[in-house]
């Protein structure tokens, strides 16, 4: 395949640039293209660690002014301006628990692509790219995550006693509670 045909993102090639970083401090030698198979971006909601596949991710943002939508539901803070685009900045934790997050100097928005557009998902932390074994993946049991959180994170990452949850941001977006934000 051609360099033509190849569309290379930013925020890849800053991921490139530090796994080659990692790599020279570790004296070149790496194995993770061997061992650690499975990639996503790491954030946090609440105390609940989950982690996004790479490519469902655009890029991570500090939270942009909103602009308020009035009378729709409280989990749509509004619309902010990603590069001359407005899109809809989406309160996770609200979404899915109707409890609000707190925004902190910590908070970051992962720009996801959806259906005629763009939305952004506002989360209480972002932890970067997480690299984990594929065989290690387990399936999420049924009590162990609210029934709406759960709906979306079918799989997980055990790691030293942490829980990550693998986020289907694919399922998010195609969900019609998702899609249909609305007046109350």
């Keep these: 395949m051609g360099m033509s045909k190849q569309i290379i993102k930013p925020f890849?090639?800053?991921?490139?640039?530090?796994?080659?970083?990692?790599?020279?401090?570790?004296?070149?030698?790496?194995?993770?293209?061997?061992?650690?198979?499975?990639?996503?971006?790491?954030?946090?909601?609440?105390?609940?660690?989950?982690?996004?596949?790479?490519?469902?991710?655009?890029?991570?943002?500090?939270?942009?002014?909103?602009?308020?939508?009035?009378?729709?539901?409280?989990?749509?803070?509004?619309?902010?301006?990603?590069?001359?685009?407005?899109?809809?900045?989406?309160?996770?934790?609200?979404?899915?628990?109707d409890e609000p997050s707190r925004i902190t100097k910590h908070s970051r928005m992962l720009v996801i692509d959806q259906p005629g557009g763009q939305a952004g998902l506002v989360v209480d932390e972002v932890f970067g790219q997480r690299h984990f074994r594929e065989d290690l993946m387990q399936v999420v049991q049924n009590n162990e995550l609210d029934q709406r959180i759960f709906n979306y994170c079918k799989h997980q990452f055990e790691i030293e006693d942490v829980n990550w949850y693998v986020f289907l941001v694919e399922k998010l977006v195609h969900d019609p509670d998702f899609q249909n934000a609305s007046a109350r």
């Design 12 to 97: 890849e090639l800053l991921l490139e640039y530090e796994r080659r970083s990692v790599a020279h401090v570790l004296g070149g030698v790496t194995n993770e293209d061997v061992v650690e198979d499975w990639s996503g971006i790491g954030f946090r909601i609440g105390d609940k660690n989950l982690v996004a596949v790479v490519d469902d991710i655009n890029e991570v943002v500090i939270l942009p002014e909103l602009i308020k939508i009035p009378g729709i539901d409280p989990w749509v803070l509004g619309l902010v301006n990603i590069r001359s685009n407005l899109i809809p900045a989406i309160d996770l934790k609200q979404f899915f628990s």
